[in-house]
T-cell receptor
Framework: AQSVTQLDSHVSVSEGTPVLLRCNYS??????LFWYVQHPNKGLQLLLK??????LVKGINGFEAEFKKSETSFHLTKPSAHMSDAAEYFC????????????FGAGTRLTVKP | DARVTQTPRHKVTEMGQEVTMRCQPI?????VFWYRQTMMQGLELLAY????????DSGMPKDRFSAEMPDATLATLKIQPSEPRDSAVYFC?????????????FGEGSRLTVL
């Protein structure tokens, strides 16, 4: 069985401060992991992906995530938040590699205060 | 600019009516997913296809939902009969297995309201 848990439903930060969005997964296999972003009334866009290569993954817009197998975590970070980062963020797990039963976490809404 | 196209973008219908949502995946992509998004349940995986064959549709209510790929350029999701609890945004996404990227390209969604 596999699942993904986003530990915070809502995160609020001030502009210019670091962002941390937490994700834990469970998988019987070596999964592929992703972070997607959804801006209001828009579709979803890939931020970054882990597919068994480097454990520290860099994505678009300054985001990065580190795959930690021992902690079964794939937390998303950004050193300095920008107002345009306000959106819903989804952690996604795909067991047995990409495009297999890709399941979304419940999402974390990021608010950025001026 | 290649993109996933979904129609209709918005649909309002009455309970009991049939609803068909269509998706045109990116040309050449061999994997297509259907998701449903609601405030209460978030993004739920309904079904997915590879090379037009259904791999998993366990997320769909079998008695009323059906998903097909009549050809490589069209995926359909049908609800018959529709119920108010089916109101949601339905997303289609496609990708190409083989490049090992894992990225899903999403359409803009079909917003369904069942009265």
């Amino acid at each position: 069985a596999q699942s993904v848990t986003q530990l915070d439903s809502h995160v609020s930060v001030s502009e210019g401060t670091p962002v941390l969005l937490r994700c834990n997964y469970s998988s019987s296999y070596s999964p592929s992991l992703f972070w997607y972003v959804q801006h209001p009334n828009k579709g979803l866009q890939l931020l970054l992906k882990y597919t068994s290569a480097a454990t520290l993954v860099k994505g678009i817009n300054g985001f990065e995530a580190e795959f930690k197998k021992s902690e079964t975590s794939f937390h998303l970070t950004k050193p300095s938040a920008h107002m345009s980062d306000a959106a819903e963020y989804f952690c996604v797990v795909s067991p047995r590699g990409p495009y297999n039963d890709m399941r979304f976490g419940a999402g974390t809404r990021l608010t950025v205060k001026p | 600019d290649a993109r996933v196209t979904q129609t209709p973008r918005h649909k309002v219908t009455e309970m009991g009516q049939e609803v068909t949502m269509r998706c045109q995946p990116i040309l050449g992509h061999n994997t297509v997913f259907w998701y449903r998004q609601t405030m209460m349940q978030g993004l739920e995986l309904l079904a997915y296809f590879r090379n037009r064959a259904p791999l998993d549709d366990s997320g769909m209510p079998k008695d009323r939902f059906s998903a097909e790929m009549p050809d490589a350029t069209l995926a359909t999701l049908k609800i018959q009969p529709s119920e108010p609890r089916d109101s949601a945004v339905y997303f289609c996404a496609s990708g190409l297995l083989g490049r090992d990227t894992g990225e899903l390209f999403f359409g803009e969604g079909s917003r369904l309201t069942v009265l």
